[in-house]
């Protein structure tokens, strides 16, 4: 490699520097004895032969391979100014690949100033300047820093792949990220790089994992890198990290009693602690936020929260039904319930959710009947729907949430009928429902239905009817228990 190769020894310079005059001798004006020969002084030590001799050559025809050497001397001695305009000129002639060979002879020590020199002169170039031509320019100093300090220099590193992904070059700046990441995999920076790239490519899977791995390693840094974004780009940002939150939250509770243990729960609150930092005015961050309190069963943490943000009684019906699951942690089920019910016609995959934030002994004895039966009263027409409409208009939905709240908690849920359709008029829609999968001859179906109507209304004298008729009909290997 470049970068390894050591400067020729004394004893070896001297040799190329006799062989390089005699080939000067033999092939006057010749470029390629001349340069050989600056080389060899240069190795020598003799850095103002070769410094004159180059400079000769220059005057006469200025060359990417001359300009190169010229620019390592002029830092070499010190010329700063006119080692920047050489380089300049080096790379507006658009060949620096005269650099490689260069470097197998350049010490360690040029090669230290040549990278500094040249990621120095980017940032001055950046500094304040956005046009496409200004970043190009930065481009090029960067890759000769990268390239003169064989592949190891991060900061350029970093730096081209910003300016590559301003380019809209983002497949090339995701290169760059990957570069740096493959020799330190905990870099933040890089990973928020790459992950914000991976944004502007939509491409949502490897920018939510990018964000997550720097979130482990240094979680406000990459709040201040959200942050830095355009509000477009940080808002998507955010939506891809609270539904992933959302989906390990809802697996989490599915495989885990609630309250769920703290190391279950840890990438959640990182993610929900970075959305409320990043968006301190979007309510949905701290909904999530007590969503995942009430998970590991910090109820009182989740009601300050509620009570802090959305007050004692919110409007927003969501987080009304939060202060529903804290009633039913403090076992009062009846305004629990009552809290519950206002998300249950609109969001029923909400109502779903947040019963599972409660103890297996919590779910049963009230929310889970109330709730159900409050949904299938709204779509049997409890309210606005006018009293004619019911015998047309009646989902079959709505008597399935009948049927789950019965068999969460029968004596609950009979309860929860009387106060409202009331049980004769349940067990009409129940009577409804099975003369017309009766008359479809769905059998079964209707049985179903005519137990839990009975259920309703035990006393019945139609759907008894239609029970023993149906049990008279199912023969053959389809037997109704």
Same mark, same amino acid.
């Given at each position: 490699?470049?970068?390894?190769?050591?400067?020729?020894?004394?004893?070896?310079?001297?040799?190329?520097?006799?062989?390089?005059?005699?080939?000067?001798?033999?092939?006057?004006?010749?470029?390629?004895?001349?340069?050989?020969?600056?080389?060899?002084?240069?190795?020598?030590?003799r850095?103002?032969?070769?410094?004159?001799?180059?400079l000769?050559?220059?005057?006469?025809?200025?060359?990417?391979?001359?300009?190169?050497?010229?620019?390592?001397?002029?830092?070499?001695?010190?010329?700063?100014?006119?080692?920047?305009?050489?380089?300049?000129?080096?790379?507006?002639?658009?060949?620096?690949?005269?650099?490689w060979?260069?470097?197998?002879?350049?010490?360690?020590?040029?090669?230290?100033?040549?990278?500094?020199?040249?990621?120095?002169?980017?940032?001055?170039?950046?500094?304040?300047?956005?046009?496409?031509?200004?970043?190009?320019?930065?481009?090029?100093?960067?890759?000769?820093?990268?390239?003169?300090?064989?592949?190891?220099?991060?900061?350029?590193?970093?730096?081209?792949?910003?300016?590559?992904?301003?380019?809209?070059?983002?497949?090339?700046?995701?290169?760059?990220?990957?570069?740096?990441?493959?020799?330190?995999?905990?870099?933040?920076?890089?990973?928020?790089?790459?992950?914000?790239?991976?944004?502007?490519?939509?491409?949502?899977?490897?920018?939510?994992?990018?964000?997550?791995?720097?979130?482990?390693?240094?979680?406000?840094?990459?709040?201040?890198?959200?942050l830095?974004?355009?509000?477009?780009?940080?808002?998507?940002?955010?939506?891809?990290?609270?539904?992933?939150?959302?989906?390990?939250?809802?697996?989490?509770?599915?495989?885990?009693p609630?309250?769920?243990?703290?190391?279950?729960?840890?990438?959640?609150?990182?993610?929900?602690?970075?959305?409320?930092?990043?968006? #301190?005015?979007? +309510?949905?961050?701290? *909904?999530? /936020?007590?969503?995942?309190? %009430?998970?590991?069963? $910090?109820?009182? !943490?989740?009601?300050?929260?509620?009570?802090?943000?959305?007050?004692?009684?919110?409007?927003?019906?969501?987080?009304?039904?939060?202060?529903?699951?804290?009633k039913?942690?403090?076992?009062?089920?009846?305004?629990?319930?009552?809290?519950?019910?206002?998300?249950?016609?609109?969001?029923?995959?909400?109502?779903?959710?947040?019963?599972?934030?409660?103890?297996?002994?919590?779910?049963?004895?009230?929310p889970?009947?109330?709730?159900?039966?409050?949904?299938?009263?709204?779509?049997?027409?409890?309210?606005?729907?006018?009293?004619?409409?019911?015998? #047309?208009?009646? +989902?079959?939905?709505? *008597?399935? /949430?009948?049927?789950?709240? %019965?068999?969460?908690? $029968?004596?609950? !849920?009979?309860?929860?009928?009387?106060?409202?359709?009331?049980?004769?008029?349940?067990?009409?829609?129940?009577?409804?429902?099975?003369?017309?999968?009766?008359?479809?001859?769905?059998?079964?179906?209707?049985?179903?239905l005519?137990?839990?109507?009975?259920?309703?209304?035990?006393?019945?004298?139609?759907?008894?009817?239609?029970?023993?008729?149906i049990?008279?009909?199912?023969?053959?290997?389809?037997?109704?228990?």
């Amino acid at each position: 490699a470049v970068h390894r190769s050591p400067v020729l020894p004394f004893r070896s310079a001297v040799g190329v520097h006799t062989l390089a005059l005699l080939l000067m001798e033999l092939q006057p004006g010749a470029d390629g004895p001349q340069i050989l020969t600056a080389d060899a002084l240069y190795q020598l030590g003799r850095v103002e032969e070769a410094y004159r001799l180059l400079l000769n050559i220059e005057h006469t025809a200025p060359r990417p391979p001359i300009l190169a050497r010229l620019a390592i001397l002029q830092l070499h001695r010190g010329f700063l100014y006119d080692a920047y305009q050489l380089l300049k000129k080096l790379i507006n002639s658009g060949d620096t690949s005269c650099l490689w060979p260069l470097l197998s002879v350049t010490s360690l020590q040029d090669r230290a100033l040549l990278e500094k020199h040249c990621h120095t002169a980017s940032k001055r170039i950046l500094c304040g300047q956005q046009a496409e031509s200004a970043i190009r320019e930065a481009v090029a100093y960067l890759s000769i820093a990268i390239m003169t300090s064989g592949n190891e220099a991060i900061d350029s590193l970093l730096e081209r792949a910003r300016c590559y992904a301003l380019l809209g070059q983002w497949k090339t700046a995701i290169f760059d990220f990957t570069a740096i990441l493959k020799e330190h995999p905990d870099h933040v920076q890089a990973l928020c790089g790459r992950g914000f790239t991976y944004l502007m490519l939509n491409q949502q899977k490897e920018c939510t994992l990018d964000i997550l791995v720097a979130l482990q390693r240094g979680a406000e840094e990459v709040t201040q890198s959200m942050l830095s974004l355009k509000d477009k780009a940080r808002k998507l940002v955010s939506e891809w990290l609270a539904q992933h939150c959302r989906s390990s939250l809802s697996e989490t509770l599915s495989a885990n009693p609630v309250p769920c243990r703290e190391e279950l729960l840890q990438e959640a609150f990182m993610i929900g602690g970075a959305l409320m930092n990043t968006d #301190c005015r979007e +309510p949905r961050w701290y *909904l999530l /936020y007590i969503d995942i309190l %009430l998970a590991k069963g $910090e109820v009182n !943490a989740a009601g300050t929260h509620l009570k802090q943000v959305f007050g004692q009684e919110p409007r927003d019906a969501t987080a009304k039904a939060r202060w529903g699951v804290v009633k039913a942690w403090q076992q009062n089920y009846k305004v629990a319930a009552n809290y519950l019910s206002v998300v249950a016609e609109k969001e029923p995959a909400t109502l779903d959710f947040l019963i599972t934030l409660l103890q297996l002994v919590q779910r049963k004895p009230y929310p889970g009947p109330q709730c159900r039966w409050q949904r299938g009263e709204k779509g049997l027409g409890r309210g606005p729907l006018p009293q004619r409409q019911l015998s #047309c208009c009646v +989902p079959t939905k709505s *008597l399935a /949430y009948f049927s789950q709240a %019965l068999d969460l908690h $029968e004596e609950q !849920a009979l309860l929860c009928v009387e106060a409202g359709l009331g049980t004769q008029r349940l067990a009409e829609m129940f009577l409804r429902f099975v003369l017309q999968n009766y008359g479809q001859q769905k059998l079964e179906k209707a049985w179903l239905l005519t137990e839990t109507g009975l259920k309703v209304d035990s006393s019945h004298v139609e759907l008894r009817r239609l029970r023993a008729r149906i049990k008279r009909e199912v023969s053959g290997p389809c037997t109704v228990h």
